[in-house]
């Protein structure tokens, strides 16, 4: 289904689960995108994004307001697949399936707490890999060894936590060369580390998620939900009327 441009998947957090797990047990190179209003906004105005953006295997619905796009558009019964929860999803059938899990993204304290934590719930669970990328673009070397290490350590499911737009890049160039399941989570490793409070689940339901994070990081989202937010609600409206300009700004 398409939504401003984007393909999304209407799916479920067990029909993604159980599909992860076909992919695992052939090793096989895969992305899955988790998206929300920021992420369909940034393929909107970049042609560059939206291009790595159509790499992916799936795009689900992370944002209320994509479930109920998806709804309007005739998908009868979609529900959110939410990052953090679809995250527990996957690492519960794969410490079950004896898959061995990484995590790509974060800072090194937040990546402990994380682990510590689903260890201490799921204590079958596999971690092959763990690392927090410097902030700088990485040079060709880098690129190499973090791809050469993450092949050898046999990860068969890949979490990426680097936030948007630069999970989902970085999965566009990885796709086809490391032999996992990469799954771009967003801010699911501080939310599930508990470095970072989540939204009550009220608000989530009634897409409002956004403003509570507002509240907790004002300076860093501020622009991001301002900006894209009455944006978004306009060029759905478009949408829905049929006569959105598919054109998309040069990136």
Not at 13 to 21: I, M
Not at 25 to 38: D, F, L, W, Y
Not at 83 to 89: F, N, S, V
Not at 100 to 123: C, S
């Amino acid at each position: 289904m398409n939504i401003l441009g984007t393909r999304v998947s209407p799916t479920s957090y067990k029909k993604v689960a159980n599909q992860v797990v076909e992919w695992a047990q052939k090793a096989e190179s895969r992305a899955i995108c988790i998206a929300n209003v920021h992420v369909l906004m940034e393929a909107y105005d970049s042609r560059e994004f939206a291009k790595e953006m159509d790499t992916a295997d799936l795009v689900t619905p992370d944002g209320m307001p994509l479930v109920w796009m998806l709804r309007l558009k005739g998908v009868k019964g979609q529900t959110r697949v939410y990052g953090p929860t679809l995250m527990l999803h996957v690492i519960e059938m794969a410490a079950r399936e004896k898959f061995p899990v990484g995590f790509y993204g974060a800072n090194d304290q937040t990546l402990q707490k994380l682990i510590m934590r689903l260890n201490k719930r799921y204590p079958d669970l596999q971690v092959a890999y763990a690392f927090s990328p410097p902030f700088h673009p990485l040079d060709e070397q880098e690129s190499d060894k973090i791809y050469q290490d993450i092949s050898a350590s046999g990860t068969r499911i890949l979490f990426v936590g680097l936030g948007c737009p630069k999970q989902e890049k970085w999965m566009a160039e990885q796709h086809g060369k490391i032999p996992a399941v990469m799954l771009g989570v967003g801010a699911a490793f501080d939310f599930l580390a508990g470095t970072k409070s989540q939204a009550p689940a009220w608000m989530q339901g009634i897409g409002l998620e956004w403003f509570f994070r507002l509240i907790h990081e004002p300076r860093r989202l501020a622009k991001r939900y301002l900006y894209n937010n009455p944006r978004f609600i306009l060029l759905a409206l478009v949408d829905l009327l049929g006569i959105l300009d598919r054109g998309k700004k040069e990136a």
